[in-house]
């Protein structure tokens, strides 16, 4: 069984996602419902939400409607990964709330629309610290070429567990391995970093990819952070773009066949469980 460590959840009628406005494949609906299904057939036993940069205004009611579907009769949701804003100076407001949450279990800042800088100024890094020993995480969402800034980050923050997105989004669709893998080896030389391997079916040529030009990218990460310190997320609907929820599944099933099984089931599920749950 799987553990979505990355969901999605899209509510047009609920929330404004300024975002969406430019990217016309993933612009509509995205509901839990339709994804349960989906999930209970594949095998996805338990799932986080993953923020969807709704307008800043909106975070807290995000994560009231995630709370809402939680409580759901039979649901899979077992807490958020909320939106915030660490280079803001409220950012301890949204900490604070979290530690009297039940939803909340971290924080996401997508960095890789903004400019390098955003993550390296004293505000930001002194308010990713404030995560520090209380079980809260951070995202790290950012491009292969702002690793290096995001390992800067980590160093500063030696008692936050950061969780990187989709393998650092490499270029799979352009063969861009090099300097990747370089960036990720290096990156994995902190201990306090998972990985999250996430839709990475995303990153291929839509039309033509197929396993062996995922692969180097999936086991040089697993290479990188050892099985004890990468989780799996479905990153539902953006892995539509790459053939979708059922492809991505069958693709994760395929590049560990060769796996044993406790390897399986700490990347599947139980990494993520003693991240979040425990």
Known sequence: MLFDTHLHLIYPDRLDYPWLKSVPALSAPSTFSSYSVKAKRLGISECLHMEVDV?????YQENELIAELMGEPASILRGAISA???????????????????????????????????????????NIKLLSDTGLTF???????QLLIAAEL????????FILNHCGVPNI??????????FIS????????????????AYGDAETWDLDDIR????HTVEAFGHSRIVWGSDSPVCNLGGGLETWVASTHALTADWSLDQRRCFYKDNAKNIWLV
């Open 84 to 126: 915030a804003r660490p280079e803001n100076s409220d950012f301890s407001q949204f900490v604070e709330a979290a530690q009297h949450s039940k939803t909340i279990k971290g924080f996401r800042r997508v960095l890789h629309t903004q400019k390098d800088e955003t993550s390296q100024s004293k505000t930001f890094r002194n």
């Open 154 to 161: 980590v160093d500063y923050c030696p008692q936050v567990t």
């Open 216 to 219: 180097p990218y999936f086991d």
């Open 186 to 201: 290096a990156l994995a030389e902190r201990p306090n970093v998972i990985a999250k391997i996430s839709g990475l079916i």
């Open 55 to 59: 307008d800043p205004k909106q975070i």
């Open 139 to 145: 995202d790290l969402c950012v491009l292969p070429h």
């Open 173 to 182: 669709k352009n063969g861009d391995f090099s300097p990747w893998n370089n």
